[in-house]
C-alpha cells in the first residue's frame, strides 16, 4: 500500500487513482474512510470487496457542498437546508429520498442516499478537484474498530487497497451522526459529535426528533469492536470483576485492584472521541486476555461514545452488571 503525504504531488496521485476506479484510503475529520468514485459502480464493488461489507449495507456520499444536494437527492426537504447550513462542512449525514440516477450500490438497494459534506482539508481539495461524489464507509475490515490514523489503515487493509493519504489522526475521532429526513420526523439513526440537542435547535418546526435505530451497518449489536473480549463496568467499581485474567482497563480513573495495563480515559466527550479508536486499537494489540471499559457520566453530551462502546463490547449500555455481559462474537 502506498503511504501518501497530503503535498500536492502526493494527492494527485490519490486523484489518479481514485478517476481509475482504485479506492484510496483518506483521512477524514471523523474516521480514516476508504474513498472511492460515487459514480463508478467498479470502485464502488472495489470498497465492498476490500472492506468484506456485506452488499446490502449503504454507503455515505461525500460532497464537495450542499449545492451539490439535487445531484443526489430527488427531493431536499427544507429541514436538510437548515442542517447543511448549520453543520456542513462537518460530521452530519444527511439521510433524503434518493435521484434515480443513484447506483444501488451506494444505497443498497433502498431508496434513501446518505449525504454529507467533510470538513476535513483532504477530501474536500480531493472533491473539489474530482468534480464527484466519493462514497466512503471506515477504512477497516467490515464490523472492526475503525481507523483513525493512517498506520490502523496499513495494519488492517494492507494488501487490499492501493493506497493511504496520511492526514495525521482524525480530530473528531467517530463515525458522523447521521439525520435521516426521508420521513414525516427526523430520526437519529447514529449519534455523533453533533449532538441531538444542537440538532432539535436547528429544527425548530420538526416537532422533535426521533431517536430509534433501524437497520444501517452502524446499528448492528456489534461494531466496531476489538477482537480481545471487551466489558463495560460501572465506573468506581470497588473489587477486581476477574482477577485470574490479564486485565486491560480503560477508564477516567486509575482502580484499586490490580491490572495488568490501565488507559487513562479523558473526561471530556469530545476529548474521549478522538483518542477512543486509538485506545482501542493499542488495547487490542496489547496482550490483554480481556478489556474493561469503565461506563462514562450517563449523560446526554456522551451518548454517541456509550453508542460505540455498547457495539464495541456487547454490554448492555445502562445496566451495571458485569454478570449480565456476554462475550463479543
Ligand atoms: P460507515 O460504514 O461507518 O461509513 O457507515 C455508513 C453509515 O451510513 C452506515 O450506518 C450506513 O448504513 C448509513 N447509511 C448509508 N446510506 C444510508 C441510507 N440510504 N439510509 C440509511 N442509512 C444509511
Ligand atoms: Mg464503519
Request: proline share 12%; charged share 15%; glycine share 8%.
Amino acid at each position: 500500500m502506498l503511504h501518501l503525504t497530503t503535498c500536492a504531488e502526493d494527492l494527485s496521485i490519490a486523484l489518479n487513482l481514485l478517476l481509475a476506479g482504485e479506492p484510496v484510503a483518506l483521512p477524514f475529520e471523523t474516521v480514516y474512510g476508504l474513498a472511492a468514485d460515487a459514480t463508478n459502480p467498479e470502485a464502488l464493488g472495489a470498497i465492498f470487496r476490500a472492506k468484506g461489507r456485506p452488499a446490502d449495507h449503504p454507503l455515505i456520499v461525500h460532497i464537495a457542498s450542499a449545492e451539490h444536494l439535487p445531484d443526489w437527492a430527488v427531493s431536499v426537504p427544507e429541514a436538510a437546508w437548515q442542517l447543511a447550513a448549520a453543520f456542513w462542512p462537518g460530521p452530519l449525514t444527511l439521510v433524503l429520498p434518493a435521484a434515480r440516477t443513484v447506483s444501488p450500490l451506494v444505497t443498497g438497494g433502498q431508496t434513501t442516499v446518505a449525504l454529507r459534506v467533510p470538513a476535513h482539508p483532504v477530501p474536500q481539495a480531493v472533491l473539489r478537484q474530482l468534480g464527484r461524489g466519493l462514497a466512503a464507509p471506515s477504512a477497516n475490515p467490515f464490523g472492526q474498530i475503525s481507523p483513525t490514523t493512517a498506520v490502523h489503515v496499513q495494519r488492517h487493509l494492507a494488501g487490499k487497497i492501493a493506497a493511504v493519504v496520511d492526514g495525521g489522526p482524525c480530530p473528531v475521532g467517530i463515525e458522523s451522526t447521521i439525520v435521516d429526513l426521508s420521513g414525516q420526523q427526523p430520526r437519529i439513526l447514529r449519534p455523533g459529535a453533533i449532538t441531538t440537542e444542537m440538532i432539535v435547535r436547528h429544527l425548530p418546526l420538526a416537532g422533535g426528533v426521533a431517536e430509534t435505530a433501524p437497520r444501517v451497518p452502524g446499528a448492528l449489536d456489534v461494531h466496531y469492536a476489538p477482537r480481545t473480549p471487551c466489558y463495560l463496568i460501572p465506573a468506581g467499581l470497588h473489587q477486581a470483576p476477574f482477577p485470574e485474567q490479564r486485565i486491560g482497563l480503560l477508564a477516567q480513573h486509575p482502580a484499586d485492584w490490580p491490572v495488568a495495563k490501565f488507559w487513562p480515559m479523558p473526561s471530556q466527550p469530545e476529548d474521549y472521541a478522538r483518542v477512543l479508536y486509538a485506545v482501542l486499537h493499542d488495547a487490542d494489540a496489547s496482550g490483554c486476555e480481556m478489556l474493561l471499559i469503565a461506563q462514562p457520566p450517563d449523560e446526554p453530551a456522551w451518548a454517541a461514545i456509550h453508542d460505540r462502546l455498547r457495539r464495541a463490547t456487547r454490554s448492555p449500555s445502562t445496566s451495571a452488571g458485569i454478570g449480565v455481559a456476554t462475550e463479543p462474537a
